[in-house]
């Protein structure tokens, strides 16, 4: 018996650039919306890993994640 998932969802995560990010700068992020998770990735490795983050826990990220470049 071969099970396939309910859904298959094929369509790419669509990336979107941080705005701190410079195009010479090393501190580049990027972020992904998902159905039930924030993607995070490195912007110089987009093969790379990445983190997969609930709704609750990004939003508790972004505080620390901004206060380091004021």
Do not use: H
Not at 12 to 35: F, H, I, L, Q
Not at 49 to 54: H, S
Request: hydrophobic letters at 30%; aromatic letters at 8%.
């Amino acid at each position: 018996m071969i099970r396939k998932p309910a859904r298959e969802d094929t369509s790419a995560p669509e990336w979107m650039k941080s705005s701190y990010s410079t195009p010479d700068g090393p501190d580049c992020v990027e972020v992904a919306p998902a159905p039930d998770r924030i993607l995070v990735r490195d912007s110089k490795n987009p093969d790379g890993p990445r983190l997969a983050l609930t709704p609750t826990t990004w939003t508790a990220f972004l505080p620390y994640a901004t206060a380091t470049r004021r």
